[in-house]
Structure formats: C-alpha cells, structure tokens
C-alpha cells in the first residue's frame, strides 16, 4: 500500500522560504508524477506544480516565479521549496501521485493517493 | 486555465436519497480527463471518481460520475450518513490542473 507522508517546518517567517518534503513508502518513485497541492483553511484546493523522476516540472503560473520542486528517488523523496512566503501562503500541504494512464495513448492523470497534509503557518 | 464552477454549494439531504453534484468547465476538459474527489474534515482529498466516470478502486458502486465536455455530474445514490463531506471536481486535462470550489454534502 503506497503511503505520502510530508514533513518540514509548520511555521515560517514572513519573507522566508517553505521548504517541504514528501515521502514515499511502499512503492517506487517511477512511472509516476509527483504533485504539491495546497488548501488554506476553510477553502478550496490550488495546485501547486508537479515533477517527474527524470526531474521534469511544471508549476502552477500564479506560483512559478516562487516555486522549485526537487526528487530523489535513492530516498523516494519529492520537495517543495516556496519562496517570499506572505500570511497568504498559510495553508495545508498536500502531496500527491500522479498516475500516468494510458488509453489511445498516455496521459497525466489523477491523484491518488495524498499524504495527509501538513499545516503550515506565516507569522514573525 | 480552465475555470470549474461547481453547484450547489451546499446540499442537504437525508439518508437513502440522491445527491446530485455539478461540475462546469469555462472551456471543453480535453478527453474529459475529470476526477472526483471526497474530503472529510481533518482529511486529505479521497479520489472517487477518474476520467469522468470510471470509479477508483474501493469506492463503492452508490457513486457515479456522468459528463462530458464542459458539463460533468457525480451521483450519490442511496446516500449514507458516511457520505457527509466536501465533494471537488477536478480537471488534469490541461496544465494548469484546477480544482472546482467545492460542494458541501450535509446528510440530515
């Protein structure tokens, strides 16, 4: 049964850098994409940006300028780092993996499964 | 980016009727790559649902999904008190993914 677990800082100054990382057991990290998704309390989910094992990325562009995801698969890690964090950065991070599927030809998929999610705070 | 509009925003039911949940799209969701997904309070985001209506492993059958294009359903049919949560549609057919804003499942 594969399991995300994420870990790193709950709280971070105003103007510093998130850095986050998720880990996985039982399973490898190929053949999969690796997600960082966000939910600020009370509201709705944002997607943050997704990396490959061959260290392929793509971000969300409302976060890009901000964002730098990074995988080692020796540890089955992924990583976010999220710069000049603000009181609006204040949420719950989700990790996630991301089937590659195939019918007439292959495609990124769903999430399944998420970590559980961990709270990060914004404050001096 | 696609925009998901989701209605209503809450629903009230009582047990063993049918939840009905919409899912909009601002434009057509490429190969109707759609998703589903169940969130408890506390909880990460469960997957139901995937490419609009196959079911994810371990749900049970009580849950569809419906839709193409830009206009997608979930079913709950023969609600149980279990299915009280927030249900978000989600699109992974074009970058970047985006999440509908939420349903809110109340079982009376």
């Known amino acids: 049964q594969v399991q995300l677990q994420e870990s790193g800082p709950r709280l971070v100054r105003p103007s510093g850098t998130l850095s986050l990382t998720c880990t996985v057991s039982?399973?490898?990290?190929?053949?999969?994409?690796w997600n960082w998704i966000r939910q600020p309390a009370g509201k709705g989910l944002e997607w943050i940006g997704r990396?490959?094992?061959?260290?392929?990325?793509s971000y969300n562009p409302s976060l890009k300028s901000r964002v730098t995801m990074s995988l080692d698969a020796s540890k089955k890690q992924f990583s976010l780092n999220l710069s000049s964090m603000t009181a609006a950065d204040a949420a719950v991070y989700y990790c996630?993996?991301?089937?590659?599927?195939?019918?007439?030809?292959?495609?990124?998929?769903?999430?399944?499964?998420w970590g559980q999610g961990t709270l990060v705070t914004v404050s001096s | 980016e696609v925009v998901l509009t989701q209605s209503p925003a809450t629903l009230s039911l009582s047990p063993g009727e049918r939840a009905t949940v919409s899912c909009g799209a601002s434009?057509?969701?490429?190969?109707?790559?759609l998703a589903w997904y169940q969130q408890k309070p506390g909880l990460a985001p469960r997957l139901l649902i995937y490419?609009?209506?196959s079911r994810a492993t371990g749900i049970p059958d009580r849950f569809s999904g419906s839709g193409s294009g830009t206009d997608f359903t979930l079913t709950i049919s023969r609600l149980e008190p279990e299915d009280s949560a927030v249900y978000y549609c989600?699109?992974?057919?074009?970058?970047?993914?985006?999440f509908g804003q939420g349903t809110k499942l109340e079982i009376k």
């Open positions: 490419d609009a209506s």
């Open positions: 996630a993996r991301q089937t590659v599927a195939y019918t007439n030809n292959w495609y990124l998929g769903w999430f399944d499964p």
């Open positions: 434009q057509s969701v490429s190969s109707n790559y």
């Open positions: 989600q699109q992974y057919g074009s970058s970047p993914y985006s």
């Open positions: 990396i490959s094992t061959t260290g392929s990325t």
């Open positions: 039982g399973a490898s990290l190929g053949n999969y994409y």
